[in-house]
């Protein structure tokens, strides 16, 4: 139990997050970003902005849908995503598998106020256009979510098809 609270104890006195929450996020963070991240996920990886293929404009509405709700994708391709939120309330763009979505959307659910900022998600206040870049390495389907507590459970969710 000592260490349980020795780790709770290191964690509150470390500083600020440098997430924001997810229902109040700008998307400035990703611009302060010197560093691109090597990680692979399933559905690919941070793509380099000096290397874009081209870029995607998605519109994000207060009817919880995406336009366009499908997008092609040639393997390897980089892909700059300019989303823009055309609403009155936040909304948000995160890429993943199905499941991924899912089980992120019912963790919003119990913790609305989460603090995270992934290479693979831009959170857009309204009216301001957001910016993510993607490297699709991996061929399949693959889904871009707002998982903002009953955006997603309302359809708001969209494809990407990766050949």
Known sequence: MKTVWLVVA???????????????????????????ATDQRSFGREGDPQK??????IDMADTM?????????RLGETIRFEVRNSG??????????????????????KHPGMEHDEPY?????????????W???????????CLLPGHFEAGMIGTVIVK
Do not use: C
Not at 121 to 133: E, F, R, S, Y
């Open 121 to 133: 998600m831009t959170h857009v206040a309204p009216g301001k256009t957001g910016h993510l870049v």
């Open 88 to 109: 009155k309330v936040m909304h948000e763009l995160v890429l993943g598998t199905r499941k991924e979505l899912e089980a992120h959307a019912t963790l919003m659910k």
């Open 10 to 36: 290191a964690v509150a006195t470390a500083g600020p997050s440098p997430g924001w929450p997810h229902a109040d996020a700008p998307n400035e963070s990703k611009a302060q970003k010197p560093v691109i």
């Open 135 to 145: 490297q699709f390495s991996r061929r399949g389907e693959f889904f871009y979510g």
């Open 65 to 73: 849908r995406y336009s366009p709700s499908q997008i092609g994708v």
């Open 52 to 57: 874009v293929s081209r870029t995607v404009k």
